[in-house]
């Protein structure tokens, strides 16, 4: 496979490749899977490569997707502050996401990836993780420094591939659904995510691994694209397991129905303020950014709404239902052959724990926010079975988080695991729950707060750009790491040989991971009953009820 000087050379089916040996890996950056989206490409398919002739350089990364960072904030909000009719929302998540996202390298030239290899891959065929980033479709990429998968390749002895795709309007906004210039403008994203794991099961063995132990994986927004690639039945011949963390079937980057991505789409035309869509192959994309940004602020945070401004569409082909009541209701046992899901305890913080309603609100204020999805009798109940459920939690705001990290990502994560259950596919679960001290520890175990565990990356530069880690004790986070890690890269390797218990009716284990890694069961098993009691007992009753409050809001 490898050259036996410094600067691994492997032949892909496209041609080959020099990286770079480093530490005890063979690393490979900015490989393309598909031909740059830009000129004619722009809102078209991921393009077949063209074979290259003699050895490709492959030691940096390519640019990430186009998306804000620091460099283009200023011009990008000069642009807000001209075309925000008013919109009464709020950042969706910490100040301090554009500093820790930082990417310098952006463009619309972005379907690359990064491979990790541990130097003696060649002598086996070595397990691989496919792991698609998260940033809500908006932000970051599979080269973004604070999730580098070096830590995880060399300890575990993976291969680790993380793939850019395509972010914003030019990935996620369905221009083909109101417009013949371009019709294949529908889940670009996703056909990007696609594409990638196609290049892995094409071109893995010349690295080492194994095309037929293929894990994927991804949070939030990653995790998104791993439950589209669970329903899309053509992907199904490239992986064998699963890992899902912090899926949300409700929030801006997820799976929106068709009138829904229309009215996003003609959004966009209203606010670029073009009558033609054909305008769109030429727009600036720091025009995108701006309408970006509107409409992900286009709501109060109070409202209790599936807005999906930067989600997939459901449009019967890539995308045939909506994934979290699919893989929840009736998916087949076929689907995947090991599946693992993890959720945050406290998901709701990153999104709206900034906001006055959970910081200082009222009783009254957080029943406001309930009433449209429970009526005035479930909010009261639903907000008292929380009270009782965790006396210790004295604020109101406090409780209210509670439930939408329930309602917004744990639920449909616990649904779907009982359909994985009741068909006999081994299901773990676990939940994140070391409670981080920065930020005043307001943030607690916090969306994203997994990510330098399960990657290894906690050495003080690093973990000083996630100011939710401020004073954390080193010691014991790398204790709790290394006992969650050892599971993760074991269910990666080789399955559930060597894990917690699995997730069934009668235990329904769920893994502590927080300063201890303890399985408990039935920990989530009240709250779930408390939304039950509520009326809501499937994924697509909550979807059904969020998404008619999402018309009403339209209407007000």
Same mark, same amino acid.
């Given at each position: 496979?490898?050259?036996?000087?410094?600067?691994?050379?492997?032949?892909?089916?496209?041609?080959?490749? @020099?990286g770079?040996?480093?530490?005890?890996?063979?690393? /490979?950056?900015?490989?393309?899977?598909a031909?740059?989206?830009?000129?004619?490409?722009?809102?078209?398919?991921?393009q077949?490569?063209?074979?290259?002739?003699?050895?490709? !350089?492959?030691?940096?990364?390519?640019?990430?997707?186009?998306?804000? &960072?620091l460099?283009?904030?200023?011009t990008?909000?000069?642009?807000?502050?001209?075309?925000?009719?008013?919109?009464?929302?709020?950042?969706?998540?910490?100040?301090?996401?554009?500093?820790?996202?930082?990417? #310098?390298?952006?463009?619309?030239?972005?379907?690359?990836? $990064?491979?990790?290899?541990?130097?003696?891959?060649?002598?086996?065929?070595?397990?691989?993780?496919?792991?698609?980033?998260?940033?809500?479709?908006a932000?970051?990429?599979?080269?973004?420094?604070?999730e580098?998968g070096?830590?995880?390749?060399?300890?575990?002895?993976?291969?680790?591939?993380?793939? &850019?795709?395509?972010?914003?309007?030019?990935?996620?906004?369905?221009?083909?659904?109101?417009?013949?210039?371009f019709p294949?403008?529908?889940?670009?994203?996703?056909?990007?995510?696609?594409?990638?794991?196609?290049?892995?099961?094409?071109?893995?063995?010349a690295?080492?691994?194994?095309?037929? !132990?293929?894990?994927?994986?991804?949070?939030?927004?990653?995790?998104?694209?791993?439950?589209?690639?669970?329903?899309?039945?053509?992907?199904?011949?490239?992986?064998?397991?699963?890992?899902?963390?912090?899926?949300?079937?409700?929030n801006?980057?997820?799976?929106?129905?068709?009138?829904?991505?229309?009215?996003?789409?003609?959004?966009y035309?209203?606010?670029?303020?073009?009558?033609?869509? *054909?305008?769109?192959?030429?727009?600036?994309?720091?025009?995108?950014?701006?309408?970006?940004?509107?409409?992900?602020?286009?709501?109060?945070?109070?409202?209790?709404?599936?807005?999906?401004p930067?989600?997939?569409?459901?449009?019967?082909?890539?995308?045939?239902?909506?994934?979290? *009541?699919?893989?929840?209701?009736?998916?087949?046992?076929?689907?995947?052959?090991?599946?693992?899901i993890?959720?945050?305890?406290?998901?709701?913080?990153? /999104?709206?724990? =900034?906001?006055?309603?959970l910081?200082?609100?009222?009783?009254?204020?957080?029943?406001?926010?309930?009433?449209?999805?429970?009526?005035?009798?479930?909010?009261?109940?639903?907000?008292?079975?929380?009270?009782?459920?965790?006396?210790e =939690?004295? #604020?109101?705001?406090?409780?209210?988080?509670?439930?939408?990290?329930?309602?917004?990502?744990?639920?449909?994560?616990?649904?779907?695991?009982? =359909?994985?259950?009741r068909?006999?596919?081994?299901?773990?679960?676990?939940? /994140?729950?070391?409670?981080?001290?920065?930020?005043?520890? *307001?943030?607690?175990?916090?969306?994203?707060?997994?990510?330098?565990?399960?990657?290894? &990356?906690? $050495?003080? #530069?690093?973990l000083?750009?996630?100011?939710?880690?401020?004073?954390?004790?080193?010691?014991?986070?790398? =204790?709790s790491?290394?006992?969650?890690?050892?599971?993760?890269a074991?269910?990666?390797?080789?399955?559930g040989? $060597?894990?917690w218990?699995?997730?069934?009716?009668?235990? @329904?284990?769920?893994?502590? /991971?927080?300063?201890?890694?303890?399985?408990?069961?039935?920990?989530?098993?009240?709250? #779930?009953?408390?939304?039950?009691a509520?009326?809501i007992?499937?994924?697509?009753?909550l979807?059904?009820r969020?998404?008619?409050?999402l018309?009403?809001?339209?209407? *007000?």
């Amino acid at each position: 496979m490898h050259t036996e000087t410094r600067s691994p050379i492997v032949t892909t089916r496209q041609g080959r490749i @020099q990286g770079l040996r480093e530490n005890a890996l063979d690393i /490979f950056r900015g490989i393309p899977y598909a031909r740059p989206p830009v000129g004619s490409l722009r809102f078209r398919n991921p393009q077949p490569l063209s074979p290259w002739e003699g050895i490709r !350089n492959a030691v940096v990364s390519g640019p990430a997707s186009f998306q804000m &960072n620091l460099n283009n904030t200023h011009t990008v909000m000069e642009q807000v502050k001209r075309i925000d009719p008013g919109v009464p929302g709020v950042p969706a998540w910490p100040a301090y996401v554009g500093k820790t996202y930082h990417h #310098e390298n952006i463009s619309e030239d972005c379907l690359y990836l $990064d491979v990790w290899v541990p130097e003696n891959a060649g002598r086996k065929k070595m397990p691989v993780y496919v792991y698609y980033h998260g940033g809500a479709n908006a932000v970051s990429s599979g080269s973004f420094h604070l999730e580098d998968g070096a830590n995880l390749a060399r300890q575990e002895n993976i291969i680790v591939v993380r793939p &850019n795709y395509r972010l914003g309007a030019l990935g996620w906004v369905h221009f083909g659904l109101i417009s013949d210039a371009f019709p294949e403008a529908i889940n670009l994203g996703l056909k990007d995510q696609f594409a990638a794991l196609q290049w892995v099961h094409e071109n893995i063995a010349a690295f080492g691994g194994d095309p037929d !132990n293929v894990t994927i994986g991804g949070e939030s927004c990653g995790a998104t694209a791993v439950s589209h690639l669970l329903t899309y039945a053509p992907a199904r011949k490239f992986f064998r397991r699963a890992i899902i963390q912090s899926l949300s079937p409700f929030n801006v980057w997820c799976t929106q129905n068709q009138a829904q991505a229309v009215r996003v789409a003609e959004k966009y035309l209203s606010l670029l303020d073009i009558s033609s869509p *054909e305008a769109l192959a030429d727009i600036d994309p720091e025009r995108f950014l701006a309408v970006q940004n509107v409409l992900t602020r286009f709501f109060h945070p109070d409202k209790n709404i599936a807005w999906r401004p930067l989600g997939g569409v459901v449009d019967g082909e890539w995308i045939p239902e909506h994934p979290a *009541e699919y893989l929840s209701s009736h998916a087949a046992a076929d689907t995947v052959n090991e599946l693992m899901i993890g959720f945050a305890k406290d998901e709701w913080q990153f /999104f709206r724990g =900034h906001t006055e309603t959970l910081r200082h609100g009222s009783v009254q204020d957080v029943l406001d926010v309930l009433t449209p999805i429970y009526g005035s009798d479930g909010a009261q109940q639903l907000y008292e079975g929380y009270k009782e459920l965790y006396p210790e =939690h004295r #604020e109101p705001g406090h409780i209210l988080s509670d439930i939408m990290s329930f309602e917004f990502f744990k639920f449909s994560s616990l649904k779907i695991a009982r =359909h994985f259950t009741r068909l006999g596919v081994p299901t773990w679960l676990f939940q /994140f729950s070391y409670d981080l001290p920065g930020w005043n520890g *307001e943030l607690r175990a916090v969306h994203t707060g997994d990510m330098p565990f399960l990657w290894r &990356n906690y $050495d003080p #530069e690093r973990l000083s750009q996630w100011p939710a880690f401020d004073g954390i004790d080193i010691d014991e986070l790398k =204790h709790s790491a290394g006992a969650m890690g050892n599971y993760y890269a074991a269910f990666i390797r080789h399955g559930g040989e $060597d894990l917690w218990p699995k997730f069934d009716e009668e235990n @329904q284990a769920i893994l502590r /991971f927080g300063k201890e890694v303890i399985p408990q069961k039935r920990l989530l098993e009240q709250e #779930e009953k408390l939304f039950s009691a509520v009326g809501i007992d499937s994924v697509r009753q909550l979807e059904e009820r969020l998404s008619q409050h999402l018309e009403q809001a339209f209407k *007000e």
